[in-house]
């Protein structure tokens, strides 16, 4: 016994070679040859239709498949092509910013009476209770101990240690920092420590001394460590006590330790020995 499935395959090739063989007879002269092919035709036009539209509806999706994989790959095509162009509008962009900083670095190393050396900021200490940062010039790129390190908004801080090609320094507002200052209006003196929430104390201000919020802070340069005349930072608070002879000055920095990406370290000592002398 033949299944159902084999059945209908058999059925379907049946009508197919009827269907070729009706569209294969002549016309004769006779009126008996179109009359027995019209006969046929009848039987098999609907399956001819069927057969057709199948054909069609096939050859449809074909070349709708091969359309979409065609605009599939275009489209990934375009993305890479798109990325590529993103990345390089990044470089583009950076490359800008960064002519940007060192144009300000050199006009500022020309107001420099000292000789400078700049780096790259190449890392930074995660702990809370340390202020500092590493950058990528050491001992063997003339790079030492107590160093300032500038940039020119102003005082970054100062180098602490060294290493072949890289060193640390120890920032403005820690608290193991200290700058001797003064007043730029008034040259009123204090020394400028590391403070609280990203600011430093003025410390040993005279409580008589004429200080204001909004005065600018510079260097002192007599610690022997930073030139005078670099900038601090401004005046944000003052408090003035009704006892003691000093008086309490917070000063916000104009360095933004947070954005820090080249400096300069002054290589000259401050105070060069003279002959003879210490």
């Not at 299944?3 to 049946?14: D, R, W």
């Not at 920092?177 to 003064?182: E, I």
């Not at 040259?187 to 600011?199: T, Y």
């Amino acid at each position: 016994m033949f299944s159902q499935k084999t059945l209908m395959i058999v059925g379907l090739i049946a009508l197919v070679a009827i269907s070729i063989t009706v569209l294969s007879l002549p016309n004769g002269p006779t009126g008996s040859a179109p009359e027995r092919g019209s006969g046929a035709m009848a039987v098999t036009g609907p399956f001819q239709r069927a057969v057709s539209a199948t054909i069609r509806f096939g050859k449809g999706i074909w070349r709708h498949y091969f359309a979409l994989v065609s605009a599939s790959m275009e489209n990934d095509r375009l993305m890479e092509a798109l990325a590529r162009e993103k990345e390089k509008n990044n470089r583009y962009r950076e490359a800008v910013l960064a002519n940007k900083r060192l144009r300000r670095l050199l006009a500022f190393k020309e107001t420099l009476a000292h000789r400078v050396l700049a780096a790259e900021v190449i890392g930074k200490d995660p702990s809370p209770w340390f202020k500092t940062i590493l950058i990528d010039k050491g001992s063997k790129d003339g790079v030492s101990n107590a160093m300032p390190v500038v940039v020119p908004e102003g005082i970054v801080g100062r180098v602490v240690d060294t290493a072949g090609h890289y060193a640390k320094v120890l920032l403005l507002v820690d608290q193991n920092s200290a700058v001797d200052a003064l007043v730029q209006r008034t040259r009123a003196r204090g020394i400028a420590r590391g403070g609280l929430g990203g600011k430093c104390l003025f410390d040993y201000a005279l409580r008589k001394d004429d200080i204001k919020v909004g005065d600018v802070v510079i260097s002192s340069g007599l610690d022997r460590v930073f030139p005078k005349g670099l900038r601090i930072g401004k005046v944000a608070e003052i408090v003035k006590r009704n006892a003691g002879i000093f008086q309490d000055v917070i000063i916000a920095p104009f360095v933004d330790f947070e954005k820090l990406e080249e400096v300069f370290v002054i290589l000259d000592p401050v105070h060069k020995p003279t002959k003879g002398g210490p």
